[in-house]
Structures are given as structure tokens and as C-alpha cells.
């Protein structure tokens, strides 16, 4: 029944070794956004993806990267993860991108950087 | 300019008393405002949204209050039940400039944890 689903569930990398972070999602939505959230925090958007049109958003670090293949699947890459990058990393789903369309949203990848 | 303050950052309330929780924003350029909530170890889920040209609208124990003119709005929690303890955050949509979509902008959360 998942319509968003994230994995891995926890992930921990090391200091500056790269990871990513898979998103995949059974609604066919157009619209799919990373967001990052840190403890007791909002979700931060990172970028968003309308089709395969990306949109970055302006203070999004250049170590965060994301991919998108097809319409199912989108990946976040950190290139070099600091240990401020340690926070729940949600993917999200819009059938639209329109204001009365609802997120749907994953549980969450929860990124630890030893 | 697109930031959405909440507040408060954490509430304690008894079971069947209301809860109360409030954001404003600066932005006019927001034109939707849903809530979400969000358990632990969840993604949020949409939980009711208003759009700014209504002050009220209400979905079972759920109640969004909206002023246009404070710029500000709340979510009221009637008969508040242990089942409710959960993170609120408020959130506003803006639109891409030029394009039918957009992104959401969420305040920074309000932990609410009703007593049975």
C-alpha cells in the first residue's frame, strides 16, 4: 500500500563518503521534492523535480545533487557528506505541483554521518 | 520574506481540552495554507488546508481560523485525544513564478502531546 517509499530506512556513511538516497513512488505523480529535515526542525525543500524539469532551490548546498531517471524513481546524492548534513531526509509526491494538491510524503531516510 | 513562523513549539494539553496553534507569515504571494501532521518516524500527512479567500474551515474536530489582513492563521483541536500527540507544522504554498506549480514552505513545528 506505500505510495512513497524510501530507502534504506537509516543509513549511516562516514565523513565525506559519498551516499544517495533512493525515493520511488507508484502514484505517477509529476511533481517529486526532496526535502531535509533536521531534529525538532521544518522540512528544508532541497530541490524539486516537475517532470524532468529540476528546480534548485537557491540555498541548497552543491554537495546535494539529485537525479530523477523516470517518472517512479529519484535519488538525492550527497557528495561529500559533513557531519551538519545528518538530519531525516524526506521525498515527497505531487500529482501536480499545484497549491490544492496535497504532498504525499515517504517515511523518511535517516542519515547519520560518523 | 519566505518564512512561515508557528508557534508555540510545544504544547501540553488534557484529554478533551483544545488545542491551539498559530502561524503567520509575511509573504502575500502564499496562497494556500494546509497542516500537516506527523508521527514519529512518519512523513507528514496532510491533515486540512484553507485557501486565504475563506477565514474558517472545519473537518470534524479540525479547525482552521484564517486572517487575511494579520496574515495569519490557526489550527484549533477540539476535544483533543491522546491519539492527536503528533508534530503540527504549518505550511504555506507559493507558485514557481510563471508556472501552474510550486513549493510549499513549512513552519518550524509545534510538538503536541495530550495527557489522557
Known amino acids: 500500500d506505500a505510495m512513497v517509499i524510501q530507502n534504506p530506512r537509516y543509513q549511516v556513511t562516514q565523513f565525506g563518503k559519498p551516499v544517495t538516497l533512493s525515493c520511488s513512488q507508484t502514484?505517477?505523480?509529476?511533481?517529486m521534492y526532496w526535502y531535509q529535515q533536521k531534529s525538532s526542525q521544518a522540512p528544508k525543500l532541497l530541490f524539486h523535480?516537475?517532470?524532468?524539469?529540476?528546480?534548485n532551490e537557491a540555498d541548497t548546498p552543491d554537495n546535494f545533487q539529485s537525479r530523477r531517471p523516470n517518472t517512479s524513481f529519484c535519488f538525492l546524492d550527497i557528495r561529500s557528506p559533513g557531519l551538519g548534513d545528518a538530519a531525516m531526509y524526506l521525498c515527497?509526491?505531487?500529482?501536480?505541483?499545484?497549491?490544492?494538491?496535497?504532498?504525499?510524503f515517504g517515511s523518511g531516510t535517516q542519515l547519520s554521518v560518523l | 520574506q519566505q518564512q512561515v513562523k508557528q508557534s508555540p513549539q510545544s504544547l501540553i494539553v488534557q484529554k478533551g481540552g483544545i488545542s491551539i496553534i498559530n502561524c503567520a507569515y509575511e509573504?502575500?504571494?502564499?496562497?494556500?495554507f494546509p497542516w500537516y501532521q506527523q508521527f514519529p518516524g512518519k512523513g507528514p500527512a496532510l491533515l486540512i488546508a484553507?485557501?486565504?479567500?475563506?477565514s474558517e474551515k472545519k473537518e470534524g474536530r479540525f479547525t482552521i481560523s484564517f486572517n487575511k489582513s494579520a496574515k495569519q492563521f490557526s489550527l484549533h483541536i477540539m476535544d483533543s485525544q491522546p491519539g492527536d500527540s503528533a508534530t503540527y507544522f504549518c505550511?504555506?504554498?507559493?507558485?514557481?513564478?510563471?508556472?501552474?506549480?510550486?513549493?510549499?514552505?513549512f513552519g518550524q513545528g509545534t510538538i503536541l502531546t495530550v495527557h489522557p
Open positions: 515527497a509526491t505531487s500529482r501536480t505541483g499545484g497549491p490544492r494538491e496535497k504532498l504525499f
Open positions: 484553507i485557501r486565504p479567500d475563506v
Open positions: 502514484l505517477n505523480h509529476n511533481v
Open positions: 505550511a504555506a504554498f507559493v507558485n514557481a513564478g510563471g508556472t501552474s506549480y510550486g513549493k510549499l514552505t
Open positions: 509573504n502575500t504571494a502564499f496562497d494556500y
Open positions: 523535480y516537475y517532470d524532468k524539469d529540476f528546480n
